[in-house]
Every structure is written in C-alpha cells, then in structure tokens.
C-alpha cells in the first residue's frame, strides 16, 4: 500500500462550489504539505502544518484552507473554487530535520469549469 | 530568500547517450539540494540530495550530481539513458539553520528517444 494516498484522484467541478481535496499518510510524520504544479510554474506550497496543532501558510494560500484532523490526515478546501484554480495538487510529508526528504502522494488531478 | 532556475525545460537525447540536467541556485544562506523525478501520472520521488561533504553525490537508477559552490550549480548527470528514464526532473533548494521551506524549481523534461 502507498504511504502517502490522496482521494479523489480526478475531480472536475464548477466555478463556486466548495471542494475538499485529502491525504493520508502512513508514515508516522509529522510534517505534511499542499503544492500545486502548473505547467512551466513547477510545485508551489500553498499550506504546510507541523503538527496537528500547527498550521502555516505557503506561498499562495489565497482561495484554499486547510484542516488537520490527526497526525495522518491533512485536508486541503477549495471555499468557492475558480477556473484559475485548476492544477495538479500533491500532498506530502516529511520527518524533519536537516535535509528532510518530502514524501509524495500521486497526486489529484483538479478541473475547474 | 532563495530560488531555483533549471535552465532546461525540455532535454531530447537518444537511448544509451549521456546527458546533463542543469540547476542553480541562488540562497544567502548555506543550503541542502535535492533533485526529484516525476514518472508519468505519479507524485515526485526523491532522487538524490547533498548535504555537505563530498560534492558528488550518488542516486539511484545510476544519476550523480555535482554540488559545485562556486559556481552555485547542482547540476545532473547520468551517462547513458534508457528509455525509463523519461520523466520530468525537478531541482530543490532548501537554507540551512531553523526552518526553511523547500523551493522547487520549474523542471525539466527528459525525453528519451530510442
């Protein structure tokens, strides 16, 4: 089984609704993430939590939130979603320390109408 | 701040040939480099990371990458390619002391042709 599992896989959605992406992850970290990918943008980190307690804004949190039920869980919202939110996002986690390696889930595929 | 420039979007290069995927950096701290691989329809894996000491440093599936501080490259290489290695490669940076985000840069496409 995966370490790091993201549902859905695809999801495609119209402009204003409300939509929860979600991860899991098996490998006792503390440390998850939220990117998205865009093509020619590379990974951009929109939330990043340290613990259950611990919540962070990334680089572009503008239009998403996120929620983190337990160690293993970490939720990212899209409140009222629009077209320019469309992208690849990806979940990950990581053990900390010094040159930590990120772990990541496979992916949700995102589409906007 | 720190930041990430793969100069390469697109890397075309024949099976069995070597090639060299680009990265530098730019950080005012010390830094921790990594370069991870992108297969078709999965998330990124890491593939190689430098640290400190010795400035060439080993991956897997035979990638090496040179950390060269003068020049603040963390350049790529591998020296034959097989078809599987088509992937997107993405170089990251990451400063040294408490906590620093990990910054990507914008990737680079290997496509290998038979």
């Known amino acids: 089984d995966a370490d790091v599992t993201q549902t859905p896989r695809n999801r495609i959605t119209k402009t204003g609704k409300r939509i929860m992406l979600e991860c899991s992850q098996t490998?006792?970290?503390?440390?998850m993430y939220w990117y998205r990918q865009d093509p020619g943008l590379g990974l951009r980190l929109i939330y990043y939590?340290?613990?259950?307690?611990?919540?962070n804004k990334g680089e572009i949190s503008d239009g998403y939130s996120v929620s983190r039920q337990a160690q293993a869980k970490f939720s990212l919202s899209l409140e009222s979603a629009i077209p320019n939110q469309t992208a690849l996002y990806f979940c990950?986690?990581?053990?900390?320390?010094?040159?930590?390696?990120?772990?990541f889930g496979p992916g949700t595929r995102l589409l906007v109408l | 701040a720190q930041s990430v420039t793969q100069l390469d979007s697109q890397v075309p290069v024949f099976e069995e040939a070597p090639v060299e995927l680009r990265c530098n950096y730019s950080?005012?701290?010390?830094?921790?480099l990594f370069w991870y691989v992108q297969y078709p329809n999965q998330g990124l894996q890491l593939l190689l990371k430098?640290?400190?000491?010795?400035?060439l440093v080993k991956g897997i599936n035979g990638f090496e990458a040179e950390f060269n501080k003068s020049q603040t490259s963390f350049h790529l290489r591998k020296p034959s390619v097989h078809i599987s290695d088509t992937a997107e490669y993405f170089c990251?940076?990451?400063?040294?002391?408490?906590?620093?985000?990990?910054?990507f840069g914008i990737g680079t496409k290997l496509q290998v042709i038979p």
């Open positions: 950080s005012s701290v010390s830094v921790y």
């Open positions: 430098y640290l400190s000491g010795s400035t």
């Open positions: 490998k006792g970290h503390d440390r």
């Open positions: 939590s340290f613990d259950v307690k611990d919540i």
């Open positions: 990950a986690t990581s053990e900390g320390g010094r040159g930590e390696t990120q772990y």
């Open positions: 990251a940076v990451k400063g040294s002391g408490g906590y620093q985000k990990v910054t």
